[in-house]
């Protein structure tokens, strides 16, 4: 009897040993990989996978490294432990173990019709079931493995796709940090900086607001369209049409990578402020025909009001009065050798400088880079009072501004402490521009000087001005010019020349290297040598707008 039950035993082993070594290990380990494999991601490359939740409203496939590699990680290790287990409970424990425990043919459940059939068949029954319970443990701890070294081989690539996102956002932002570049919008209403404009896809122009570094890619993004987006600066993420996430706006193309400098244009009503911005615009188009200074119209709309303009000055002499609340800064490309710039020119319009509430909603001042004063000498009460009746009825021929200089600055300044803070307006560089030379220079006491401007305005009754200038701006330069005389048909280059003298003072101030092209005729302070004015034609009509 013991030696029935022995040999049972080994039988028992043998039947184990073979099932699960030559079968069900092998068996049950081609179907845990295959069924691992495939689950594994979405058959065609670009499709979203349907396991993965869109986010937000960003037209764009989320990276495969940062949510549906641990997806398919973890549906790969379920997926393998799902098949085994419905292999082993269902074709080898319910099907093929039971028939061979109940004495039935184990491939067709037909009933062995003679007893020691159905006898050998229960014998190997047991060997049989062990075999598979085995095999399926041991197929399972090698998947186990697998996925382990999946696991871990996941989380190096999440890492180092981690780290990659750190390494080229941070080395972006050291870019725009070391460049000084601050986006900002330039359009009335809005105003506001933003870290990241929105691009559009050149393919299907969705509206892409993260294009950058991140959960959807960290070199490019993958459109919903199936286009490829780079989402470096330095790589020409720029080179794609942008446009304001506030106000959803087209902005120039490069906003990203250019340092914006932005000039407001002070000045009372009828001060020449338009056709002085008009003349600094044509005066920096003819510099940089003669000198490595480039200048270029940022947006197709910034060259039409500039031909528009133009083309009001040729036909009437002057310039209609600005209108609207707040301004569009005019933007031009302003490129001298390795250096750039993205200038912002606003001209508000003179009732807009009025009184504290208006002057505060002018919220493109916070921004301010530099200003330019535009001081018309004849608006001024006391100027005006010195004057003979002749040179009154030249005087009110050139259209005086109103108010006049020292009620606008006194307006402006207020709020321009308000708006940037008290040490910020005084690092600002000031561009103090007299206008209408060509009527001054009709009046015998209010003919400009060569040289020293500053004393010249004091003496004529702008003193308060000037010292107040002198107090509250450490940086500050005089012109004096005729825009008039810049603008319409046959300006004078010189004129037009000093009226881009200005501008390109404050860009010089922001490191851009263009203090050569400015002449040693203007003023930097009441102490330093003025500016050597060439003549002025005499032309009857003065500065306008």
Do not use: N
Not at 157 to 177: E, F, K, M, P, S
Not at 367 to 376: E, N, S, T, W
Not at 457 to 482: E, K, M, N, Q
């Amino acid at each position: 009897m013991g030696g029935l039950i022995t040999a049972a035993v080994w039988l028992t082993v043998a039947v184990w040993a073979g099932v699960c070594l030559f079968r069900a290990f092998w068996e049950f380990l081609a179907l845990a990989l295959g069924a691992s494999a495939k689950v594994l991601g979405p058959r065609t490359p670009g499709t979203p996978d349907p396991r993965i939740p869109p986010v937000g409203t960003e037209p764009a496939q989320r990276a495969y490294w940062s949510r549906l590699m641990w997806v398919d990680a973890y549906t790969s290790a379920r997926a393998a432990a799902s098949a085994v287990r419905h292999r082993l409970l269902g074709r080898w424990m319910a099907v093929t173990a039971r028939r061979m425990f109940t004495g039935h043919q184990p491939s067709t459940g037909y009933r062995f019709g003679h007893w020691i059939a159905r006898f050998v068949v229960r014998l190997l029954a047991p060997g049989t079931a062990l075999g598979a319970i085995t095999g399926a443990l041991l197929a399972s701890a090698v998947m186990v493995l697998v996925h382990l070294v999946m696991w871990l081989l996941a989380g190096l690539v999440w890492l180092a796709a981690v780290a990659g996102v750190v390494v080229l956002r941070g080395a972006d932002r050291a870019g725009a940090l070391v460049r000084r570049v601050r986006m900002k919008c330039p359009y009335p209403g809005c105003y506001r900086a933003f870290p990241l404009a929105v691009h559009r896809c050149p393919g299907c122009g969705a509206a892409h607001r993260e294009l950058r570094p991140g959960g959807f890619g960290a070199l490019w993004h993958v459109c919903s369209c199936g286009r490829r987006l780079t989402t470096v600066s330095l790589a020409g993420r720029d080179r794609l049409a942008v446009e304001c996430p506030h106000c959803d706006r087209s902005l120039p193309a490069g906003i990203g990578r250019l340092r914006i400098v932005h000039v407001p244009v002070i000045g009372g009503t009828s001060s020449g402020k338009t056709m002085l911005m008009a003349a600094a615009v044509s005066g920096l188009h003819a510099t940089a025909g003669r000198s490595a200074l480039k200048v270029s119209f940022a947006t197709d709309d910034d060259r039409r009001d500039v031909v528009d303009l133009d083309g009001q000055l040729k036909q009437d002499g002057r310039v209609r009065k600005t209108q609207g609340g707040q301004p569009r800064a005019l933007m031009l490309r302003v490129t001298h050798r390795r250096g750039h710039r993205l200038l912002y020119l606003y001209d508000p319009m003179g009732e807009s400088l009025y009184d504290v509430d208006s002057t505060r909603r002018q919220e493109y001042l916070a921004h301010a880079d530099g200003v330019v004063l535009v001081v018309d000498v004849l608006a001024e009460p006391q100027v005006r009072r010195s004057l003979s009746a002749a040179e009154e009825e030249l005087a009110r021929a050139a259209g005086p501004s109103e108010p006049g200089p020292w009620q606008t600055y006194q307006t402006f300044t207020g709020e321009l402490s308000a708006l940037t803070g008290r040490r910020r307006r005084g690092r600002l560089p000031l561009a103090v521009v007299v206008t209408k030379r060509d009527v001054l220079d009709r009046i015998e006491r209010l003919r400009v000087p060569a040289t020293g401007i500053a004393p010249w305005l004091a003496t004529i009754g702008l003193d308060p001005l000037v010292r107040d200038l002198g107090h509250r701006f450490r940086t500050r330069r005089y012109w004096a010019l005729s825009a008039y005389a810049a603008t319409g048909t046959g300006p004078l280059v010189s004129e037009q020349q000093r009226a881009a003298e200005a501008v390109l003072w404050i860009l010089a101030r922001t490191g851009l290297r263009v203090g050569k092209l400015l002449s040693e005729g203007s003023d930097a302070d009441p102490s330093v040598p003025g500016m050597r004015t060439a003549p002025v034609q005499d032309r009857q009509p003065a500065d306008g707008a």
